[in-house]
T-cell receptor
Framework: SQQGEEDPQALSIQEGENATMNCSYKTSINNLQWYRQNSGRGLVHLIL?????REKHSGRLRVTLDTSKKSSSLLITASRAADTASYFC????????FGEGTQLTVNP | NAGVTQTPKFQVLKTGQSMTLQCAQD?????MYWYRQDPGMGLRLIYY???????DKGEVPNGYNVSRLNKREFSLRLESAAPSQTSVYFCASSAPTSVPDTQYFGPGTRLTVL
C-alpha cells in the first residue's frame, strides 16, 4: 500500500514558471523526502524535511510540511527544461515508502 | 566513487527461467534495498538488508530471494520468472540507521519476462 500520494499525476508548464507538487500521507512520519527521477534513470534524493520542521529551502526548491493535514508540497521556482522529470515523495516511518510520483514537463 | 551499480541493464527471460540481478555499492553503507517500479505504481520494496548478514521481506517479496553477500553486494534472484515480474528493478543503499534513511539508487535493470 502506498503511504504517499502525489497530486497532480502530471504537470506541464513553460520555462520560467513555478511548479508545485503536493503529497498527502496517512500515518505519522519521522521525516518526508522528495526524490527526482529522470527518464530511464534511478531516483536522486532532493531534499528532506523532518517532522518538526515546517519549511525548508534548497536552491530553487522549497518544501513545506503540515503534519496536522498530513501533507507536503514541493515548489520548484523559475523552472527549466532540465527540471523535466518525475518527482516522488517518500515518507519515512519504519521504512521509506514512495508515492506514485508527479510527471513534470517543462516546455522550452 | 561509482555509487550504486547494477548489472545487467537489460534482460529478457522466458517464463520459468531463473536469473540473478547484481547490485554493489562503494559508499560503505550498511543498508541495502531492492525495489520494483511498475507504471503508475511508484516503487515497491521487495527485500531489504539492514546490515551485513541480515535480510527482511518488504511489501512484495513473493517470487524473489536475496543474498547479502558482503557489505558491498546485495543480489536479487528470480527462481522461476513469471510475466508478472516484468518490471524495472532498482537497488538502493543508505548510511547507518542513526541518520535519516536517505537512499542512493542504482540506474536500474529493465526485465521483461515473456
Amino acid at each position: 500500500s502506498q503511504q504517499g500520494e502525489e497530486d497532480p499525476q502530471a504537470l506541464s508548464i513553460q520555462e520560467g514558471e513555478n511548479a508545485t507538487m503536493n503529497c498527502s500521507y496517512k500515518t505519522s512520519i519521522n521525516n518526508l523526502q522528495w526524490y527526482r527521477q529522470n527518464s530511464g534513470r534511478g531516483l536522486v534524493h532532493l531534499i528532506l524535511i523532518r517532522s518538526n520542521e515546517r519549511e525548508k529551502h534548497s536552491g530553487r526548491l522549497r518544501v513545506t510540511l503540515d503534519t496536522s493535514k498530513k501533507s507536503s508540497s514541493l515548489l520548484i521556482t523559475a523552472s527549466r527544461a532540465a527540471d523535466t522529470a518525475s518527482y516522488f515523495c517518500a515518507t519515512d516511518t519504519f521504512r521509506l515508502t514512495f508515492g506514485e510520483g508527479t510527471q513534470l514537463t517543462v516546455n522550452p | 566513487n561509482a555509487g550504486v551499480t547494477q548489472t545487467p541493464k537489460f534482460q529478457v527471460l522466458k517464463t520459468g527461467q531463473s536469473m540473478t540481478l547484481q547490485c554493489a555499492q562503494d559508499m560503505n553503507h550498511n543498508s541495502m534495498y531492492w525495489y520494483r517500479q511498475d507504471p503508475g505504481m511508484g516503487l515497491r520494496l521487495i527485500y531489504y538488508s539492514a546490515s551485513e548478514g541480515t535480510t527482511d521481506k518488504g511489501e512484495v517479496p513473493n517470487g524473489y530471494n536475496v543474498s547479502r553477500l558482503n557489505k558491498r553486494e546485495f543480489s536479487l534472484r528470480l527462481e522461476s520468472a513469471a510475466p508478472s515480474q516484468t518490471s524495472v528493478y532498482f537497488c538502493a543503499s543508505s548510511a547507518p540507521t542513526s541518520v535519516p534513511d536517505t537512499q542512493y539508487f542504482g540506474p536500474g535493470t529493465r526485465l521483461t519476462v515473456l
